[in-house]
């Protein structure tokens, strides 16, 4: 509930020298712009605006805890870890921190996409 009611970098703030990309699902009102700066292959910060559930604002929040600081390497391994911990697949649970909070998640299919919508954004910016 914390990244829900004080989302981390919820914010609009200048997107100059950032790259941007929306993730919504067409099946709800999830609609989110994640603005992502890359220095040097190193993620030194993002923000997001938009409306979206509680599991997709909190989802976020901790993806941006959790990506903020990290090579383009670490982000892709820690999406990976994420992905396979909503597919119910083998996971590093020890670098997912907060985001393991969704590791239920499965157990409501039509949810997954609420939790995943973050890092579907993400996967398009660093691919």
């Known amino acids: 509930m914390k990244h829900y009611e004080n989302p981390i970098n919820k914010e609009v703030k200048s997107d100059a020298g950032y790259q941007k990309v929306n993730s919504n699902n067409i099946s709800c009102v ?3 712009d994640l603005y992502v700066k890359i220095e040097e292959d190193i993620i030194t910060d993002i923000f997001f605006d938009g409306e979206a559930c ?5 989802s976020t ?7 903020i600081g990290k090579s383009i390497k670490e982000a892709r391994y820690y999406i990976k870890q994420v992905e396979s911990m909503v597919d119910e697949k083998v996971f590093d649970e020890k ?11 499965s157990k409501q299919g039509n949810r ?16």
């Not at 509680?54 to 909190?58: C, E, K």
């Not at 997954?112 to 691919?127: H, R, W």
């Open 30 to 32: 999830d609609n989110i």
């Open 112 to 127: 997954k996409t609420c939790v995943l919508l973050p890092y579907i954004g993400m996967k398009k910016i660093i691919k």
């Open 61 to 67: 929040s901790i993806m941006i805890e959790n990506l």
């Open 95 to 105: 670098i997912l921190n907060e985001a393991v909070v969704f590791e239920d998640i």
């Open 54 to 58: 509680a599991i997709t604002i909190s």
